[in-house]
């Protein structure tokens, strides 16, 4: 395969132009014809020709002068040109023809094939001058591509040999040469100012070098050089050596074998380099590494601990909450059985009946007990908090801590006066101090030792707390303790170590949920055989005025008279609601049922003649507080209760008069309520 090349075929006579292109065909090549002198130059100029088959004998110009016009052009000068006579031409004829440029003859008749031969003769030689030119420029090509890369990697190799004169002139790397007959060595002056020595004070031989490497790395540097002579390996080894100044210094020293002509490896080659500074690195970065990774296993532990009280945190409120809508229920079914208790027992005289009514009783006063634990730790139970002053108030309990505890017990109050009021509900407190007063007691059996402080404390200290500060009340016993499991487990609800019958295991939760409550946090320590400690956080009191006397709990208040009133009573436990009409009833008022806010509030606009409204808190749809708000606002001055054993109805702002009533509540406790409620409704229309 190749491309196609030019021949001109110029002759004046068509036929014969014809006949070439016939002969000449089967060369496969482009034949271009021109039937003058003239149009030939012209193809020529336009075209590069390889062959130029011309007549000699045409008009204007013959075959010798064109010849000669095509010799005298640069461009043209070795182009093959053959010649066609009909006419015998003479020697002289064909010097001449010679001469003006010709290569051959070709005479008429033409024989086709010495025509085509002599042609394609010409034609592999046009190629083959084509194709030694390209070699030609593709050689001329890569001697120049050559010339540059000896020419780049000649300046590159003066470039590095400056640098490497300047890195060694640093200080920071020096060569040498070790012979391994005589045992010479030859520095630079750059090893010498790694070794701290001075070219002319210091000949370096084996025995000297020997002596300014570490004790502790000289064989290790004698191993690796034989064994790279015996090998014939890169010599490659660590070491430190030390200064004139006692200073020591790392270096590394990479070296290559020259060979004498027996073969026998004779010269090490070699560069030093002082890594001193690289090791130090090292060093800081090892101890940075190890102190990170402690750091890490720090904040392992860390997260890990803190998920673990998150987990712990979330199963106490689980259970809080659980706990709560427990607690909840069980104070209507609380409610419904005391209010019939206590009716029933007005109505019976039998002794025997009364004795068994007042056990009916005493349980249903228990279990009410038994759902304020609950409620306290659900943290859902209803606090009155105010500024109480705790060295007062364990004082004025220290009797009954004393009685209950008993002779065994050994207790020791130490709070010092002048400590800042908390902020807390007193009766709740104290109960709380009783309940753990209680526990450590059951903790030593065999007798011990009680001890209560107070003192300052950050909330730091505890994650649980708010940013501020906090009043730590301590209880410490010497009982018998707790292991971690026990531990873990303390503050659960109905979780206790006593026997069957011998505690509910409520009285740690309680306060456990009291605290949560009241914004602070109880934390338990406790070593097993050694006893435990309970430390109660409490927030200091925003008003450090503490009052008189603390308010008398809602059982001891004394029911005032009210008149006769309509009472409509709203609850959606079928229940309660007929427990509370019963007691309202037997008090002598009017009563009116509603079973939802909605069916209250239908009531009120129908009949305008109630006088109070005794509504539940927690109701499905509208709860107690939409329900006080929506009367506040279509019937001002209405006076309601507000009963529930929820903590979050004492959080609900109403601006109506109103009076909240706990559940469960007693008769009593009821007919005081609506005494408050009635006096308020006076004092506010004498002050209008």
Known sequence: MHDKVNILLVDDQPSKLMSYEAILGELDENLITANSAREAFQQL??????????????????GFELAAIVRNHPRFERTAIIFVSAIHLSDFDQLKGYAAGAVDYVSVPIIPEVLRAKVRVFVDLYRKTRQLERMNEELERRVAE???????????????????????AAGSMGSWDWESDTGDLTWDEGHYRICGLTPGAFRPTTASVWAILHPDDREAVRDAALASLRLGETFHQEFRIVRPNGEERWCVATAIISRGDEGRAQ??????YDITERKLAEQALAQTNEMLERRIEERTRERELALAQLFEAQKIDTIGQLTGGVAHDFNNLLMAILGSLDMLRKRLHDEKELRLLDNALEGAHRGAALTKRLLAFARRQELKPMAVDVAGLVNNIDELLRRTLGPSIDVAISIPAGLPPIEIDPNQFE???????VNARDAMPDGGSLSISASLARSADISQLKPGDYLCVSLTDSGVGMDAATLAKATEPFFTTKGPGKGTGLGLSMVYGMAAQSGGALHLSSVEGKGTTVDLF?????????????????????????PKLNILVVDDDFLVRVGAAAMLEDLGHMVIEAQSANEALQILERTRTVDLVLTDFAMPGMNGADLMREIANRFPGMNVIFMSGYSESSKVEIKSPCVRLAKPFSQDQLAAAISQASTDSARETAAE
């Open 45 to 62: 100029l336009k075209a590069e020709i390889a062959v130029i088959l011309m007549d000699v004998q045409m008009p204007e110009l013959d």
């Open 146 to 168: 050559r010339t540059a890369e000896l020419e780049t990697s000649s300046r590159r190799l003066v470039e590095s040999e400056r640098r490497r004169s300047i890195a060694l």
């Open 267 to 272: 010269l090490l080659s070699g560069v030093t």
């Open 431 to 437: 109960l709380a101090l009783l309940n753990l007063a």
């Open 538 to 562: 409490l927030p200091l009191a925003a008003n450090q005025q503490v009052p008189a006397k603390p308010p008398l709990d809602e059982s001891t208040q004394v029911p005032l008279r009210a």
